[in-house]
C-alpha cells in the first residue's frame, strides 16, 4: 500500500510503508483556507491536503479545503477514507489520487472554482496503468458542481493511467 523511499509533490519529503490499516492519527473539524502556494521556495500550485501512503485507520471527517492553489485534496497510495468532505475553489482539481490509493470516500462536495481543472483526476500509476496495486478507491454520496464558466479540457470526472473504483449516489453538475 506504500511505496519506500517514494518523493512527495513539491519536496515535501519522502514516504513509503506497507501498512494498510496503519493509522497517521486524527483529521476532523477541520478547514485548510487559501493554501497550496509558495512562490518563495520556487513550488507553486502544492494540495492544500496531502496524503501519502496514509492507512485506513486514519480518521479524515468534517474536512474543509476552500481556495487551495493546486489541488483541493491530493491522496498517493494508501487506503485513507475520507468521511464529509468539501473542496471549494481548488486551483486544479478538487480530488486527486495515484499510485494505487484504495482508500474510500464519502459525503463528498467538490464545487470547482474560476480555472480549475477536473473535480475528480483518478489515475493508477503514471505509464503503468497495469502496476499493482491499482488505484481503485470506493467513493459515495458525493457532489460535483462545475466552474461557473467553462474551462477549456476540464472534466467532472477524469481517469488515467488504468485508475478504476466504484462510485455510487452521485450527482454531476
Known sequence: VGFPNKEGLGGSGR???NQPEDSSGVLRYVRVERAGAFPATGASRLPALQLLGVGSRTVIDSVQVFSAAGD??????????LKATVVSAAGRDGLSWEDGWQGAAQFVVIQQGEGARHAIRGANFDGQPDALPRSAPVLSHFTLVGPPAAVAGSRALLFEHGSAGIFTNGIIA
Open 15 to 17: 514516504y513509503g510503508g
Open 72 to 81: 483541493g485534496i491530493f491522496i498517493s497510495g494508501g487506503t485513507a477514507r
